[in-house]
């Protein structure tokens, strides 16, 4: 139903502007707000081209003149490529182009807010082509610390937090192979607790868990000559993150932060005073965790983390075989962004 009222949308606004007596501009306008209508809750990729079509549209009939109007319905037009899964390289160079021109005018023309949102959904394109190994990470983050020169912690907390949450993960994605690697990981740290002084557990549930979440794994794996230290501050962290996610509500997501915090059980001593008697207690707890996220995640269709988790499990079971301590193998199971 909602699909069809979306085509049945589309279609309208495409004769409604030939039969409209209304300027150019206003036309254009129009055009934008019925895009930005369908883009907020696509149901498939046809939407989302169906916006573009709009944002086509708009800039056929939108007088030379208009700079700023057109890059703003540039601006815009990056976003529904940005959404789009399919052809994802494509896209993702399609909606870099709409940013990288819409960008110079916004900064001339615009408003200082509309130039900071073009710049962070810029490193989200940019953070995610690095994933791809098509740009330097370096990128991403200059377009972040733009973005954050406008999108301060007192008037706009969510978007700080968004940027200093993606500002983080943007280090961390950095090979960490190099004498500038601690500096990094601390950074990424740093960026996760501002991210965590504007927002709180009440008004911003959702982003306070992400943030608890992407801290814990951030002090997990970070090199440090205090892993036992940091291992418990992650597991605070991750406890946070679980005051929100729940199996009920948000089970994946429950179950990514109950494997960080198992991860982090397995290299913690049962008694820090005598660490040589090795951690058989929190590896039977780490156990359990696993566990429940490894049918959470079965439950959920995700059978690559299933197949990541049962080997976990497996390692463990040999470590509770043997008597030995267990040791961290792999990544947390993170989320790396919000959009």
Partial sequence: MEANLQE???????????????SDEEKVEMLMEIAKGIQQKPKSSKELYNAIKLYDKALEICPSTEKLLIARVEAKKGTAYQAIPEDGLNNLNLAQAQYE????????????????????NLGLVLQTLFGM??????????????SLKVFDSKKFPSEYAILHNNLATAFLSIPMNDERSKMREAMAVQSFEAALKVVNLIDHPTEYAMLQNNLGNALQYASSSHPVENNLRSIEAYDEALKVRNERDTPLEFANTICNKANSL??????????????????????????????IFKLNGDLAKVSVVEEVLQEVAQDLGTGKSGSREGQGFGNARIS
């Fill in 266 to 295: 397995r290299n913690l001593p049962d008694d820090f005073d005598k660490p040589e008697i090795g951690n058989r207690e929190n590896l039977m707890i780490a156990q359990e965790l696993y566990r429940k996220a490894s049918s």
């Fill in 8 to 22: 049945y949308e589309f279609n309208q606004a495409l004769q409604m502007i030939e039969e409209e007596k209304i």
């Fill in 133 to 146: 190994g098509k740009v330097p990470i370096t990128e991403c983050i200059t377009a972040y610390q733009r």
């Fill in 101 to 120: 021109s819409s960008i110079p005018v916004l900064t001339e023309l615009g408003v200082p807010e509309e130039v900071a949102e073009a710049e962070m």
